[in-house]
């Protein structure tokens, strides 16, 4: 007769391909197993579902027992059934980083996925600390091969998300969880303090910042546009300006985790004005008229807006009581006593920066001048009268010149004091009408000319 088989179904006989190994018994014992599926069976008599090749697609694996009784001779077979479910799997995005400003946000991210072995894959949006309601993220069914998956965080701060997703396969295989993290590290929040923005040429001024958020300035980096030509690091700079106009400042901050920002500020540097005058008379006049008329002639750079309007004059008249003056183009008389007074202006602009200049002016003596027209070169008259001068007053220089009716230079001098006393060539000249020609120069440098008749008696 033929041997009676009894095999031990498989409980049970759907399996997932990651489950263990399963021994396959039957009786009598001391048969052979084979299979439909040739990987399957390992060692023998072992059932191997990760071996199998035969997997899915509701594919049955035949199991097959043969043997042989060794005291008739007489074989039997018989079989049992399998399946092997595939594993589910997913593909999860690596940490995705970004950077983001402090304040909040909507930022929709659009991430690759992947599915595969029938699987449902349904996401888990949480952050660290287990708030789904933070994010959006729709579930997601029946993925299978590449996608992608959008998510939307909704009016968030920079913070760090953990988002979850379970695969869901075939009833005889577990679900597959994985979890990747959404990290939005922050952009400096910062603004620069500057300590003087304006100011009249030279400025100089401090440059720091100030970080309004959770960046730690130890660990950041700082550079510097000065706008001057020149570049800077750290968080800290003094610098001066010199040239006139507006300096605009641009700092790039960098987080150590990458994230940058570019903050500015400027620079306002108001040119100094040039102080000048001119005074009419040209610095010198006589006790006859003391007055004099002085013109404004500063200047400024229009840089900013700059522009003169205020005027501080100081006629240095310490007696007066109208010392001082506001007009542009004012006017002043001085005491008729000679004298020299220094002139000071100050000018101011609208910007606030000044500027002097001061000069003096002279009140000098009038000119006097007295040329007598006869002289009596012996002792028989006035001793005052026995030489010829001219009697001058008032002068810085002089020049006195004596010619005979040839033309002939009988005298010549330049000291006021000095007279001709009527020899020529150590010989009296004689009894006759001589002419001169007398140049005076006055203190303002004025050069007066006189010419006349001088007749010489003895």
């Known amino acids: 007769p033929l041997p009676n088989l009894n095999l031990t179904p498989l409980t049970p006989n759907r399996l997932c391909e990651t489950a263990a190994d399963v021994a396959l018994n039957a009786t009598p014992a001391g048969g052979s197993w084979s299979s439909n ?4 069976i390992v060692g023998g008599n072992n059932f191997s579902p990760g071996s199998a090749s035969i997997v899915g697609n509701g594919d049955v694996i035949k199991l ?13 077979n018989d079989s049992i059934e399998a399946l092997v479910d595939p594993k589910p ?22 991430l690759p996925i992947s599915a595969t072995n029938n699987s449902s894959l349904i996401w888990i949006p949480t952050d660290i600390y287990g708030n789904r309601d933070r994010i959006n993220a729709g579930a997601i069914d029946n993925i299978q091969g590449e996608g992608t998956i959008t998510l939307a965080l909704q009016n968030q701060k920079a913070d760090t998300f953990r988002i979850g997703a379970n695969a869901g396969g075939l009833a005889s295989c577990s679900d597959v969880n994985g979890s990747f993290e959404i990290i939005i590290n922050p952009i400096p929040d910062a603004s620069i303090t500057n300590s003087n923005p304006e100011d009249c040429n030279p400025v100089t001024t401090d440059l720091g910042v100030v970080i309004d958020n959770q960046i730690d300035p130890a660990t950041a980096t700082f550079s ?8 800077a690091n750290g968080a800290s700079n003094t610098v001066t ?15 150590d985790k990458g994230c940058d920002t570019t903050i500015t500020s400027s620079v306002l540097i108001n040119p100094i004005p040039v102080a000048s005058f001119v005074p009419n008379p040209n610095n010198y006049t006589t006790a006859a008229l003391p007055r004099f008329i002085f013109t404004n002639t500063s200047t400024v750079d229009p840089v900013n807006g700059s522009a003169i309007d205020q005027f ?12 001082v003056s506001s007009e542009e183009n004012p006017s002043h008389y001085y005491p008729t006593d000679t004298a020299e ?5 100050k000018v101011t602009t609208n910007k606030g920066c000044s500027d002097e200049f001061n000069s003096c002016v002279v009140i000098g003596p009038d000119l006097i001048v007295f040329i007598p027209n006869a002289f009596t070169p012996n002792t028989s008259g006035p001793s005052q009268n026995e030489g010829f001068k001219a009697i001058i007053s008032g002068e810085k220089a002089m020049e006195l010149i004596v010619f005979n009716r040839w033309g002939e230079i009988m005298f010549i001098t330049n000291d006021v004091n000095e007279r001709w006393d009527g020899m020529f060539k150590g010989e009296p000249a004689q009894q006759d009408v001589y002419a001169y020609q007398l140049n005076v120069t006055a203190l303002n440098d004025e050069v007066y000319n006189y010419t006349g008749t001088i007749t010489l008696i003895r």
């Open 312 to 323: 501080d004059w100081d006629f240095g008249d310490l007696n007066a009581s109208d010392d």
């Open 37 to 40: 599926d040739p990987t399957a």
């Open 89 to 110: 799997t997913i593909s999860l995005p690596t940490n995705a980083v970004y950077c983001r400003n402090q304040g909040e946000m909507s930022m929709p991210l659009t």
């Open 241 to 255: 300006y010199t040239d006139d106009g507006q300096a605009n400042i641009a700092l790039v901050i960098t987080s």
């Open 224 to 231: 510097w546009n000065l706008g001057n030509g020149n570049n």
């Open 64 to 76: 097959y027992y043969d043997y042989t009784d060794a005291a008739t001779g007489c074989s039997n």
């Open 341 to 345: 007074y220094c002139v000071n202006l």
